[in-house]
């Protein structure tokens, strides 16, 4: 692990005056300090308390509250558990939209802090805690501050985006809380989203390890962030047979090792080099005994891609792969597969207004641009219903010890980066709204 580019990480007036800052930055930070305990305090709360994927009905119950107590126009259920809540400004203009999702993981916290996950088997592994608290304390922040919004803000609390199982069959999530109309009424002009990372690859590096993206700093992707991210499940159908007599039967478990090994060739074989692919077989199941020869092997796995017709082209790949193998054994196949994520495509103009903002706040060099990730993300969906901005918010802290990338049982974050959220997506928004139509 290589140590982060800047020289400056955290200690913010080593790179920017006072003189630099404008009135509205300055009355900001002032108010997002006073602010600061108590958003630890719901951070933490928060994840103590994680819920998994459209189980969130704590969570939401206390984002509602928060909001209602502000005197924000709330609405709650909304894609099963999700809250949508509008905040009028002083002055008439767009709206804009600040997305939160607020699902965790089915992982085993094995970090021993005082907040620690006191739901076994269940951890907010992916910083949606701190998601969730930024938007909260933006919340605060511009209705404490409601002369500096020159619009409308709705917040959008999202849940299920950590995904479904493979046999859930409708719409969840960001796509979900769009079809129920959550990005109408008001439409928003731009759309922002903050995702927490302890590590990332700046454009500037000149090796392919990920750096520490500390509390202080936020890296961003113009155009394609991440990637389409699909689920597939296949089942091989042979023939069983005692284990003496492979003859007799069709080896569905050889059959499988076969095809796992020619679905990668789509990859090294059949793809330009120059185009990103990942397919991973995540899970293998199949046979009763070792002396059996197995009938059914269930495979279940992920493809990740940019380009959405290139996606198609694999699907036909692996279809004609698959066709191929099995009849030449005399076995069957079936497929599943289902597109889940489309790619983030950030929008370049709204990056370009935002960016100066970010750099006056934290520094030159604690505004990175990354590399695109291959992760999937649901953003994506509202991103497609307006321009917007996902970025990233660096979390670790070296002496801190929270270096774990995310979806790990050791992950956490360095709660000051609760003060870089909240003041960034605060100069985005209100950059948003003061803008020219």
């Known amino acids: 692990m290589k140590t982060p580019l800047s020289l400056c990480l955290t200690l913010l007036p080593c790179l920017i005056t006072a003189a630099d800052l404008t009135d509205r930055d300055k009355l900001f930070a002032s108010s ?16 103590m308390h994680p819920e998994l994927s459209n189980e969130e009905e704590r969570t939401a119950a206390l984002v509602a509250e928060k909001l ?14 999700g809250v949508v809540a509008l905040l009028k400004g002083s002055a008439d203009g767009p709206c804009v939209a600040v997305r939160a999702d607020m699902d965790a993981l089915p992982i085993k916290e094995l970090r021993s802090v005082p907040y620690r996950s006191q739901n076994p088997g269940v951890m907010h592994a992916c910083g949606h805690d701190v998601h969730v608290t930024c938007a909260l304390g933006l919340a605060e922040l511009l209705t404490k501050h409601r002369d500096q919004v020159k619009g409308t803000v709705k917040f959008l609390f999202q849940p299920a985006e950590e995904a479904m199982p493979a046999t859930f069959k409708g719409d969840w999530g960001a796509k979900l809380m769009v079809a129920e109309g959550a990005m109408d009424n008001p439409r928003p002009v731009a759309v922002f989203g903050l995702h927490t990372s302890s590590q990332v690859q700046p454009v500037e590096s000149t090796d392919d390890e990920a750096h520490y993206l500390k509390a202080g700093q936020l890296a961003y992707t113009p155009g394609i962030d991440n990637a389409n991210s699909d689920r597939f499940q296949i089942t091989i159908h042979g023939k069983m047979a005692h284990g003496s007599s492979p003859h007799k039967g069709v080896d569905a478990i050889a059959i499988s090792a076969e095809a796992i090994m020619a679905l990668q060739m789509i990859k090294s074989r059949q793809t330009n080099t120059r185009q990103p692919l990942v397919i991973s077989i995540g899970m293998i199941n199949g046979g009763q005994r070792e002396n059996i020869i197995a009938e059914k092997v269930e495979l279940g796995g992920t493809v990740r891609t940019y380009d959405a017709t290139f996606r198609d082209g694999v699907i036909e790949q692996m279809h004609r792969i698959l066709k191929g193998i099995t009849e030449a054994h005399g076995a069957t196949y079936e497929m599943e597969y289902r597109k889940t994520y489309p790619s983030i495509i950030n929008d370049k103009p709204l990056i370009e207004a935002t960016l100066p903002s970010f750099r006056r706040l934290f520094g030159e060099k604690n505004v990175m641009e990354a590399i695109p990730g291959m992760g999937g993300e649901d953003f994506s969906f509202f991103a497609q219903v307006s321009p917007g901005f996902y970025f990233r918010l660096g979390v670790a802290n070296e002496e801190k010890g929270m270096t ?34």
């Not at 997002?32 to 994840?47: A, C, G, Q, T």
């Open 404 to 437: 774990a990338g995310g979806h790990t049982p050791m992950y956490d974050c360095d709660e000051e980066s609760i003060k870089t959220g909240v003041q960034a997506l605060a100069a985005a928004v209100c950059d948003r709204l003061n803008a020219a139509p």
């Open 68 to 81: 209602k107590s502000l005197g924000l126009e709330v609405k709650t259920g909304v894609a099963k558990h």
């Open 32 to 47: 997002v300090n006073e602010m600061f305990p108590k958003l630890v305090e719901i951070r933490r709360d928060i994840h």
